[in-house]
Structure formats: C-alpha cells, structure tokens
C-alpha cells in the first residue's frame, strides 16, 4: 500500500495495525529547513557507521553521530558508541519536537546520506538501552526519501515520503512488530540528513 492520501494529518495512524506511525508533515519554511540542513551538515561530527558483522569490522558509507543528555554509551551492530553533549541547533530542533509530539527524548542519533546510493536496510529500533515502546521523533533535512515498513508476520507494507524539514513519530509497539527501511534510489543525487530524537532508558544503565 502506498500512502499518498491528502486526507492524511498527523493524527492518522499510518500502520494498519500492532504500532503507531504519525506523520507531522513540513514543521519548517523551505528557508528554515535549508537552514537546518546546512548548519547540521558543517557542525555535527559525522563519522562512518562501524558495525561487527560475521566478527569483521565493516565501516558504511553512511555517516552517523550520536548526542544525548550525558556520556551515554550506545550499542547497536555490536559496537559501543558515546554521546556526544547537545549543540545549540541540536537542542533547539528536541525542543521543537517535545512540544509538536507531547514526548521528551534524552538523546538523538543521526544519519548522513550523501546521495541516493545510501540507504538503510530493515531493522527496527529495538536495542536494549532504548525505552521500551517509546517514542521515535524523526526529522528528515535535504533529499526527499521513500521510507517504507514492513509487517515482521503478515509482511504487509506501508511507505510514504518523507519531505524536507517533516518530521514522523514512531511508537507504541511498532517497533517489536514492524521493521522500516530507507530505500537507495537513483531519483536523487542530494544528501539527506535525519535525526532520531530518541529515549535511553536510564533505570537499566
Ligand atoms: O533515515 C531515516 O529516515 C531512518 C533512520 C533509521 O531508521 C535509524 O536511524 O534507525
Ligand atoms: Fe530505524
């Protein structure tokens, strides 16, 4: 199914069923969020995503940052990753979102893909560390990207997207039951830059 319905606002629930999807929509003019997109791709300290798979160290093409409240450590792909402390735009933007969505984050992990060849593949969010059933704010700078999710049982599927300067919320049980994905494209050549607004669970650090 794709989802192109102009009758869709942030109060439709995307996901036919076991999960929550809200799409916001454009929260910035076209100048705030070329502004937003600029700014965070000369001022955040990307570095290549390192992951651990079959025990080799494999380093993505995709770069990756990660910011929070404190020193957090992260782990996901099998290595451990630190936050680093928010900037001035960083925190602007979690504010931002804590008010559009009514949720707090403690930390936010961001993606730079610099053309339409980067992608990510199905997973979902589900690593220990994070708050179960919490809320994911995403906001999406640059490139305009499909972003699709698949039912983990029925396989059914959902996409829609995502805009410059939108911003989508995943929660509830999305995702213990549903996996997403940024398709590569050869539609775009731009980078794209995305920001999971996100909660680590304290109690379990
Ligand atoms: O780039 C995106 O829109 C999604 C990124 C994502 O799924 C993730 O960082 O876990
Ligand atoms: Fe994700």
Known sequence: ??????????????????????????????EKAHFY??????????????????????????????YGDQEFEYTYSNTT??????????LELKKIIEEKTGETFNSC??????SGEEGM??????????????????????????????????????SLILEHGSLLVMKDETQTHWLHRLPPTKTTQKPRVNLTFRTIDLKIL
């Open 1 to 30: 199914m794709d989802l192109f319905n102009p009758h869709t606002d942030e109060t439709t629930n995307l996901l036919p069923k076991d999960g929550t999807v809200n799409y916001y929509g454009k929260l910035f003019s076209r």
């Open 37 to 66: 997109r600029d700014i965070l791709l000369n001022t955040i300290e990307w570095k290549n995503d390192e992951a651990i798979i079959f025990g080799k160290l494999i380093l993505t093409k995709r770069k990756v940052a990660w």
């Open 81 to 90: 990753k630190k936050a680093l402390p928010w900037t001035k735009e960083l």
């Open 109 to 114: 992990l961001l993606n730079l893909y610099h």
């Open 121 to 158: 593949a199905w997973h979902s969010d589900a690593e220990k560390d994070l708050k179960k059933n919490g809320a994911i704010g995403s906001v999406s700078f640059g490139a305009e990207r499909k972003f699709a999710f698949k039912h983990k049982e029925s396989k059914e599927t959902v």
